[in-house]
């Protein structure tokens, strides 16, 4: 089974959705090897805990990012984790993170990218008088939410939305969609390893 690292900066509910469609069907194809945090106080690592998962945390701060992102990566080469799904991680990753993890990484973004990349998605979609907001899983490039999307969802906006309705609504779908695109992309991975 390829082994899964999960980042995550807070909360985690992707993380607990990705460990509970796993958990519904222990035959898919991959295992959770670490959920790893730049934020050792994050609500995520206690539920992560509660769920039996391997932990690691170190605060990234006053370290420069480089310096960080070895550390996490040493932390994850030895779980043995092949593929990095970002969760909710709000940190950006250096360069030669990037490069080493190469069509590794995933992340989910609570956007239809590539409509409003960086932060505070569901406000912008408000005042741009959208029809859709929704979420989109991509891989992760060097820049910021531009790499390829392999899946999306859309959730039709609402007259009475605020940003944190939106946000909610949106979010019962990022849990549907990214075990299933985490799943998908783990099968088309071992295809292209299979066939060399
Ligand atoms: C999710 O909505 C995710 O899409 C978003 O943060 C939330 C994390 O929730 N990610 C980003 O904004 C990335 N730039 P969670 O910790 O409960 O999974």
């Not at 239809?112 to 891989?139: F, M, N």
């Amino acid at each position: 089974k390829m082994r899964v690292g999960i980042l995550i900066s807070g909360r985690g509910s992707n993380m607990v959705a990705i460990s509970e469609y796993k958990r519904r069907d222990p035959t898919r194809p991959y295992e959770i090897a670490l959920v790893a945090s730049n934020v050792p106080e994050a609500r995520g690592l206690v539920a992560a805990r509660r769920l039996g998962l391997k932990t690691w945390a170190m605060s990234h701060r006053g370290m420069e990012r480089s310096d960080f992102d070895r550390h996490l990566d040493a932390a994850l080469r030895e779980a043995g984790v092949e593929l990095i799904a970002l969760a909710g991680y709000m940190r950006l990753l250096s360069d030669e993170f990037v490069d080493s993890w190469e069509a590794r990484i995933l992340n989910i973004h609570p956007s239809l990218l590539p409509l409003y990349k960086g932060l505070d998605t569901h406000r912008r979609a408000l005042i741009a008088g959208d029809e859709y907001g929704g979420c989109s899983v991509h891989v992760v490039t060097r820049d910021l939410d531009a790499g390829p999307v392999i899946a999306q969802a859309r959730v039709r906006i609402q007259a009475r939305d605020d940003p944190d309705s939106l946000a909610a609504r949106v979010l019962e779908e990022e849990h549907k969609l990214y075990p299933i695109a985490l799943e998908q992309y783990v099968i088309a991975l071992r295809g292209e390893t299979a066939n060399g």
